[in-house]
């Protein structure tokens, strides 16, 4: 009875002793990983921006849009002076 008890102690801490190696293992395996991901991440080039074209850009759209605003409304005001 007592070797029973011994062996099934003995068994439940090699059992905890291995969960604990294996999440221990696992959480190196995500530490590596994360390092590589960071590690990609730094490496990837940057393109230099350039403002001045990037505020150009940003005006010739606003005024596309204001201009299709514009006809929107446009053709919209003879159908509500027909009301």
Same mark, same amino acid.
């Given at each position: 009875?007592?070797?029973?008890?011994?062996n099934r102690s003995h068994l439940q801490g090699?059992?905890? #002793?291995?969960?604990?190696?294996?999440?221990?293992?696992?959480?190196?395996?995500?530490?590596?990983? *994360?390092?590589?991901?960071? +590690?990609?991440?730094?490496?990837?080039?940057?393109?230099?921006?350039?403002?001045?074209?990037?505020?150009? #850009?940003?005006e010739e759209e606003d005024l596309a849009l204001?201009?299709?605003?514009?006809?929107?409304? *446009?053709?919209?005001?003879? +159908?509500?002076?027909?009301?």
């Amino acid at each position: 009875m007592l070797a029973v008890r011994q062996n099934r102690s003995h068994l439940q801490g090699a059992i905890q #002793e291995n969960q604990h190696n294996s999440l221990n293992s696992v959480q190196h395996v995500f530490d590596r990983w *994360e390092g590589r991901v960071v +590690s990609a991440e730094y490496d990837i080039p940057t393109t230099p921006t350039d403002s001045l074209m990037d505020d150009f #850009e940003q005006e010739e759209e606003d005024l596309a849009l204001k201009m299709m605003l514009d006809e929107l409304s *446009e053709s919209d005001e003879p +159908s509500n002076n027909n009301k």
